[in-house]
Antibody, heavy 122, light 108 residues
């Protein structure tokens, strides 16, 4: 059974860099795409980015200038860095496996990590 | 870019049927997936593709499509179905993933 676990600081100062890691167990990270999604308090889900084990990435255009995803196949982990954070980046951050169906036209997230709350505050 | 539009809130009487919709031009090309989100919990996939359910999801959950609208139907809603529901798909470029704004389902 695949399990994902987010880790990283729960508090980040404004203008600094938010760094999170997702550890995958029960599956090889080389088999799928992997993603970060967040939910700000009282808001909906927002897709941030996804990565393939080769390092190929795609970022949400609204965050692209501040986001970097990377993958460490030796540790079965992938990571997120979000630079120049503000209070608007306060959210629960989820990592998830991206499953591609039989065609490019079908994609879904499953499973998800439990999420980690990151608060941006001085 | 594209958008996925959902009604902010829907209610259903216990045991009745409710349909939650997700509208977007990109749904003419790309399938949607649906997620149930309860407070303090991670989202759970409930429907993907035309009408596929992951293992463990009750068969009262089903999906359907018309033109540019994807629908999630709960037949015989239960109290435990009360949650926020989000649709997700690729945007018109195909490179990015987007979520609808979410629908808060209240079971009366």
């Amino acid at each position: 059974q695949v399990q994902l676990q987010e880790s990283g600081p729960g508090l980040v100062k404004p203008s600094e860099t938010l760094s999170l890691t997702c550890t995958v167990s029960g599956d090889s990270i080389t088999s799928y795409y992997w993603s970060w999604i967040r939910q700000a308090p009282g808001k909906g889900l927002e897709w941030i980015a996804y990565i393939f084990y080769s390092g190929s990435t795609n970022y949400n255009p609204s965050l692209k200038s501040r986001v970097t995803m990377s993958v460490d196949t030796s540790k079965n982990q992938f990571s997120l860095k979000l630079r120049s954070v503000t209070a608007a980046d306060t959210a629960v951050y989820y990592c998830a496996r991206v499953v591609q169906g039989s065609s490019w036209y079908l994609t879904w997230f499953d499973p998800w990590g439990q999420g980690t709350l990151v608060t941006v505050s001085s | 870019s594209s958008e996925l539009t959902q009604d902010p809130a829907v209610s259903v009487a216990l045991g009745q049927t409710v349909r939650i919709t997700c509208q977007g031009d990109n749904l003419r090309t790309y399938y949607a997936s649906w997620y149930q989100k309860k407070p303090g919990q991670a989202p759970i996939l409930v429907i993907y593709g035309k009408n596929s359910r992951p293992s463990g999801i009750p068969d009262r959950f089903s999906g359907s499509y018309t033109v540019n609208t994807a629908s999630l139907t709960i037949t015989g809603a239960q109290a435990e179905d009360e949650a926020d529901y989000y649709c997700n798909s690729r945007d018109s470029s195909g490179d990015h993933l987007i979520f609808g704004g979410g629908t808060k389902l209240t079971v009366l």
